[in-house]
C-alpha cells in the first residue's frame, strides 16, 4: 500500500476475559506435555462471571482430569483475580469440565509409522509475516500496542499501581507514508480500575505512562490524541463484565490485521495441529528471508491435507519487496524442503515444541505469539542458508 494512510491495531491483557481462557488452555497443555511428549491435546475453556468450564480433548498418559481444575485456579490467581467482590476470584469461581479423549478418526492419521511421515493435524492454511517496522520484525501498532498493556501489568504486579485491576486494551493508529510509519496517531487504553481509582488523577497516569513507553518510537508529535477509559469509568470487568472463549483474539495473537489470517486458533493446541506449529514456522522462515536482506516485507501461506505429511501448497508475497530474487523463487525453496521443512513432525522437531526449553505455552498465550526472543521461532538462524538457496 502506498501514499498516506492511518492504519491501527490492538492488543489486549493477560485479564482480558479471553486471554484468560487462552492461558488456561495453553497452562493445561503444558501440563500434558510435561508428561508425555506425544500428548494430543484441544483444550477448550470458557469463562464468565465465577465460572470456568473445560472441555476438549485430551489423550495424555500421566493426566489426570482432576488437576484441571487446580491449573485453572492457579493461572486465574497468577493474572491477579483474587477479588470475590468481583465476581471473579480464583477461589471462589465454580469449576465444570467434560474433557474427553481424541477422535481416533483424527488419530489415525496423525499417528503413523514412522515419526516423519506424521500427517497434518488438519486441513487448512496457515500465514506467517514478517516486515522491517520494527527491531522485532513485526508490525509496528501490534507491537507497540503490547508493550503498552504489558508495562501495566508489571506495574500493577509491582504493587506500583494498587487501583488497576488485570482487564485492559490498547489501541495504537499509527501514520504510514509510503508503507513506513511515520507518526502515532491516537492512543486508546482502556483499563480496568478500582472503584477508588476511577479519577482523572489515575486517567492522567495511565496517560503519561503511554508516554513514557511510546516515547522512543520517535513518533509522538504534539498532535497526538489520547483517549484513556473513553466511557468515563471501567470497574466491572474482567469474565464478570464479559465472557472468554479459547482463540477468540487470533488477530491479537497473530500480526495485528497487518497481514492474512487462516482462521485456526493456537491456544490449548499441541503441536500436531498444524494451525498452531505451522503458523510458528511459516512465521520464522518470513523472519529469516526479511532479516537476510531478502525483502522488506513477506508474508508465507502454507496448507494442509488432514493427515498428509508434506504441505499441499506453499505461497510467498513480499509485495513488491523483493531483493536479488523473486516471490516464486522463495515458495520453490521453500517447498523443497532443504533450508525449512514444513512436514509436521520436521518442523515440530526443528522448533523443539514437544520439549520447550526457556519458554512455555503459556508464554505464548498473553502479548502475542511473535516478537518475542524466548520463542524458537523467531530465531534468525537460517539467513546464510537462504542467501545461498535463493
Known amino acids: 500500500m502506498g501514499g498516506r494512510y492511518v492504519f ?21 497443555l503444558d501440563y500434558c506435555i510435561a508428561r508425555d511428549g506425544n500428548a494430543h491435546v484441544a483444550c477448550e475453556t470458557m469463562v464468565g462471571p465465577d465460572m470456568v468450564v473445560n ?27 483474587n477479588e470475590p467482590a468481583e465476581e471473579f ?6 469449576y465444570v469440565t467434560n474433557v474427553h479423549a481424541q477422535s481416533p478418526d483424527i488419530a489415525q492419521g496423525v499417528n503413523r509409522a514412522t515419526a516423519i511421515a506424521q500427517g497434518a493435524g488438519d486441513q487448512g492454511m496457515m500465514f506467517g509475516y514478517a516486515t522491517d517496522e520494527t527491531a522485532e520484525l513485526m508490525p509496528f501498532a501490534l507491537m507497540w500496542s503490547h508493550k503498552l498493556v504489558k508495562k501495566f501489568a508489571e506495574l500493577r504486579h509491582s504493587g506500583a499501581a494498587p487501583f488497576l485491576r488485570p482487564d485492559a486494551k490498547a489501541q495504537l493508529s499509527v501514520v504510514y507514508e509510503d508503507a513506513t510509519p511515520v507518526a502515532i496517531d491516537t492512543v486508546v487504553l482502556s483499563h480496568q480500575t478500582t472503584a477508588a481509582g476511577a479519577t482523572d488523577a489515575t ?18 508529535t504534539n ?6 477509559n473513553p466511557t468515563g469509568k471501567f470497574i ?12 477468540r483474539k487470533i488477530v491479537v495473537d497473530t500480526y ?20 498452531r506449529s505451522a503458523a510458528y514456522y511459516a512465521r520464522y522462515a518470513a523472519k529469516n528471508i526479511v532479516a537476510a536482506g531478502l525483502a522488506k516485507r513477506c508474508q508465507i501461506q502454507v496448507a494442509y491435507a488432514i493427515g498428509v505429511a508434506s504441505p499441499v501448497s506453499i505461497c510467498a508475497n513480499t509485495f513488491g519487496t523483493a531483493c536479488g530474487t523473486t516471490d516464486e523463487r522463495i515458495a520453490q525453496v521453500l517447498l523443497e524442503g532443504k533450508v525449512f521443512d514444513f512436514r509436521p513432525r520436521a518442523l515440530i522437531e526443528d522448533l523443539g515444541l514437544l520439549a520447550p526449553k ?18 524458537p521461532w523467531e530465531k534468525t538462524d537460517r539467513i546464510d542458508a537462504l542467501k545461498d538457496a535463493l
Open 256 to 275: 495485528g490485521g497487518a497481514a492474512a489470517h487462516g482462521g485456526g486458533a493456537f491456544s490449548g493446541k499441541d503441536p500436531s495441529k498444524v494451525d
Open 236 to 247: 466491572v470487568g474482567g469474565p464478570c463484565g464479559d465472557s472468554g472463549l479459547t482463540g
Open 8 to 28: 491501527s491495531s490492538e492488543s489486549v491483557s493477560e485479564g482480558h476475559p479471553d486471554k484468560v481462557a487462552d492461558q488456561i488452555s495453553d497452562a493445561v
Open 55 to 81: 472441555m476438549g480433548e485430551v489423550s495424555a498418559s500421566g493426566f489426570a482430569r482432576e488437576d484441571v481444575e487446580a491449573i485453572a485456579r492457579d493461572v486465574v490467581r497468577d493474572i491477579g483475580y
Open 223 to 228: 498532535d497526538v490524541k489520547f483517549h484513556i
Open 89 to 94: 476470584s480464583f477461589d471462589t469461581f465454580r
Open 358 to 375: 526457556g519458554w512455555s505455552y503459556r508464554d505464548t498465550a498473553a502479548y502475542g505469539h511473535f516478537g518475542r526472543a524466548i520463542f
Open 203 to 220: 486517567y492522567a497516569f495511565i496517560e503519561e505512562v503511554c508516554r513514557d513507553v511510546l516515547r522512543p518510537t520517535g513518533l509522538l
